[in-house]
């Protein structure tokens, strides 16, 4: 049996130059080098738990460039490569720093390692060479960086103080906290296949400043901004009652001032899941998941048969219907709301992250928030009333109860459909090669049809 560690966290050997990329840090043992190992929890942010445990018991500041997987098929190793931000070259109990140049495959324990090292410099030296690419997968990307944003808050009246927690990393993407003298400001930029974060934010800042954190500068050759840090908290178990219906009504003012400005959105990069759209997506994607049932192996959860398919393809088409006939208006939405991409404190709720953005019927986003609501606090019925009630009081004046009370009767199904048509695999051949990428798209499919069942069972959807 597995021990607990096993199971819970990955080993991953640590590559860290120097400051300077002359020396890497290795420990010996018997005469021959070895990597340094860190355990990390799975499924969490590398770059932030690998930054914070060589903080804490090395008492090195450290920046992640990139990560890759070991050059030799036998050994499963996971490598991240990693620079130290201080000049010094500080003595750190049962390591040394050796010099890059005099490093020889026999010197290790292991040849995976030094063959891993050649590949990490001269990554570094592709990236350096990369016409401002991969800004950040090369040697001394962070003085530069950190010289940028010195510069940037100095009208803002704030100073670095030089403490900073790095939480994403890789050559094109970043995400960098800096403490200030005042309030921490936020670095982030953005690569492929999120590229369109970085207009949407810009978007987002300029037509409504009120609901998104402020952005003090930018920096287009790295698809990158700097914004204030907004006091708040995410909400969770801990939260009051008065927080969810906070965020549904905060949600509801922001898409109410949003509805006019959809096809600027969509030109700015949101994804358009507007009901138009959808319908005519029904078709080819519950063509391509007949094509997935047939070729499920597993036999539980059973596969929906083609007729029950058919059937549900129905049911999303009134559905829809009857969102189109309730007179509420495209807006923004987040095809990715979950409670890391909110900030609610006593005087304001902020929404994050728009890598997933979309312009489309804003009641979809509404289910998102109502679920993760569940999720945290279990069903209440009085709970997801006061939920609703909160959101939908904003749509009231545009339309009647009645049409508001049908559009949320529909818009589980249609916020699930939603969520899956956007998801680029069902285009492709890429779901059906792939296992993970298949289930996935079948469990979404079984989810849409416990909510046409839920919606068949309250009899006609559309609304007269």
């Known amino acids: 049996m597995q021990s607990k560690q096993q199971t819970d966290t990955d080993l991953h050997r640590v590559i860290l130059f120097a400051s300077d990329g002359r020396a890497l840090l290795v420990s010996q043992e018997g005469g021959r080098f070895t990597l340094p190992t860190v355990p990390l929890p799975r499924r969490q942010r590398v770059a932030e738990h690998l930054t914070a445990f060589?903080?804490?018991?090395?008492?090195?500041?450290?920046?992640?460039?990139?990560?890759?997987?070991?050059?030799?098929?036998?050994?499963?190793?996971?490598?991240?490569?990693?620079?130290?931000?201080?000049?010094?070259?500080?003595?750190?109990?049962?390591?040394?720093?050796?010099?890059?140049?005099?490093?020889?495959?026999?010197?290790?324990?292991?040849?995976d390692d030094h063959r891993a090292i050649e590949i990490a410099y001269a990554k570094c030296e592709e990236h350096a060479g990369d016409h401002g690419h991969a800004p950040f997968g090369q040697l001394g990307w962070f003085p530069r960086l950190a010289e940028w944003v010195r510069d940037q808050i100095r009208h803002e009246g704030l100073f670095l103080n030089g403490r900073f927690a790095q939480l994403n990393a890789s050559p094109t993407f970043g995400l960098v906290r800096f403490e200030t003298n005042g309030s921490a400001v936020w670095f982030k930029a953005v690569g492929e296949p999120n590229l369109r974060e970085y207009p949407i934010t810009m978007a987002l800042a300029q037509y409504f400043p009120a609901f998104v954190p402020r952005v003090i500068a930018t920096r287009q050759d790295w698809n990158a901004w700097l914004a204030v840090e907004i006091p708040g908290?995410?909400?969770?178990?801990?939260?009051?009652?008065?927080?969810?219906?906070?965020?549904a009504a905060t949600l509801a003012e922001l898409q109410f001032s949003s509805h006019g400005y959809a096809l600027h959105l969509i030109s700015d990069g949101c994804f358009d899941v507007r009901v138009t759209t959808l319908l005519d997506l029904v078709t080819p994607f519950f063509e391509s998941m007949a094509g997935l049932m047939e070729k499920q192996q597993k036999p539980s959860p059973a596969p929906l048969c083609l007729q029950e398919l058919i059937s549900i393809g129905n049911m999303l088409r009134e559905a829809l219907q009857t969102l189109e006939e309730s007179d509420i208006p495209n807006a923004l939405g987040h095809l990715d709301f979950n409670p890391g991409n909110v900030l609610v404190s006593a005087s304001r709720c902020i929404f994050l992250d728009w890598a997933e953005a979309c312009v489309g019927h804003p009641f979809f986003t509404f289910e998102y928030v109502l679920e993760h609501a569940q999720r945290i606090h279990g069903t209440d019925r009085s709970q997801d009333q006061s939920i609703a009630s909160s959101y939908a009081k904003r749509w009231e004046s545009l339309v009647g109860k009645r049409k508001i009370v049908a559009a949320l009767q529909a818009s589980p199904l249609c916020a699930a459909f939603a969520y899956a048509a956007h998801h680029p695999a069902w285009r492709t051949s890429q779901a059906i090669r792939g296992p993970e990428g298949a289930a996935y798209l079948r469990g979404l499919t079984r989810r849409m049809k416990r909510e046409a069942d839920i919606l068949r069972a309250r009899g006609a959807v559309a609304v007269s």
């Open 54 to 111: 060589i903080h804490r018991e090395w008492s090195q500041d450290v920046v992640s460039l990139f990560g890759f997987d070991a050059p030799s098929t036998t050994n499963f190793a996971r490598y991240q490569v990693m620079e130290s931000t201080v000049a010094q070259r500080p003595t750190i109990s049962g390591f040394r720093w050796v010099s890059i140049s005099s490093l020889e495959e026999t010197a290790f324990e292991e040849s």
């Open 233 to 247: 908290t995410h909400p969770g178990e801990s939260s009051d009652g008065d927080t969810w219906p906070t965020i």
